[in-house]
């Protein structure tokens, strides 16, 4: 398996654009997950799937943030109007269910000027 | 919400030394997991271990479940294990799949 492949793995984008983060999960597995790493805040959760539904959404900072999973294969993170804030590393997860071991993707590398 | 406290939050060590890294709870957790995130950036899931010992190589682990915390253990340290350990779990009776992390132990082994 190729494993959890996310895309773009890095993202410059000005001020007030719309970015958008994709990841597809490995095969199989049924909860998908969005991480966000920053030197100040580590590593934070912003939303969980099991079967493509969103379970958990309240690490998601703000409004401008939605996460959408329309089948089993793909995923997206979109921030509309990204601000410089939002720079970080973004990761996608998956795993086989709920308290199984989690497999990161790369990440997406997102600077915001 | 649940704490996680790493310690050390930082360790030099000589290529050949062993160590120990520690992981504390505030709460009762499930699905306790430790990574390695490498110097780019990629995190590598070590070891799924909600309770007991594990061993995969020179890295064992072991989670006492009762007590709140987890030990990774790395022996015989080499280069290639430079990086940030971090340990995450999801608090007990609630959603499994929420893991918290903690902030990390930065680990340098030099040759």
């Known amino acids: 398996d190729a494993g959890v492949i996310q895309s773009p793995r890095h993202e410059v984008t000005e001020m007030g654009q719309e970015v958008t983060l994709r990841c597809k999960p490995i095969?199989?597995?049924?909860?998908l997950f969005w991480y966000r790493q920053t030197m100040m805040r580590g590593l934070e959760l912003l939303i969980y799937f099991n079967n493509n539904v969103p379970i958990d959404d309240s690490g998601m900072p703000e409004d401008r943030f939605s996460a959408k999973m329309p089948n089993a294969s793909f995923s997206t993170l979109k921030i509309q109007p990204s601000e410089p804030r939002d720079s970080a590393v973004y990761f996608c997860?998956?795993?086989?269910?709920?308290?199984?071991?989690?497999?990161f993707g790369q990440g997406t590398r997102l600077t915001v000027v | 919400g649940i704490q996680v406290e790493q310690s050390p939050p930082d360790l030099i060590l000589q290529e050949g030394a062993n160590s120990t890294l520690r992981c504390n709870f505030s709460d009762s957790v499930n699905n306790l997991q430790w990574f390695h995130q490498n110097p780019w950036g990629q995190l590598i899931n070590l070891f799924y271990?909600?309770?007991g010992t594990k061993q995969n190589g020179r890295l064992s682990a072991t989670t006492v479940a009762t007590e709140r915390y987890s030990l990774l253990y790395i022996s015989s340290s080499q280069t290639t294990d430079s990086g940030v350990y971090f340990c995450?779990?999801?608090?007990?009776?609630?959603?499994?799949?929420?893991?918290?992390f903690g902030t990390g132990t930065l680990l340098a082994v030099q040759p």
């Open positions: 995450a779990g999801a608090i007990y009776g609630g959603a499994t799949n929420k893991l918290i």
């Open positions: 997860a998956s795993s086989r269910r709920g308290g199984d071991s989690a497999f």
């Open positions: 095969s199989g597995h049924n909860s």
């Open positions: 271990i909600p309770s």
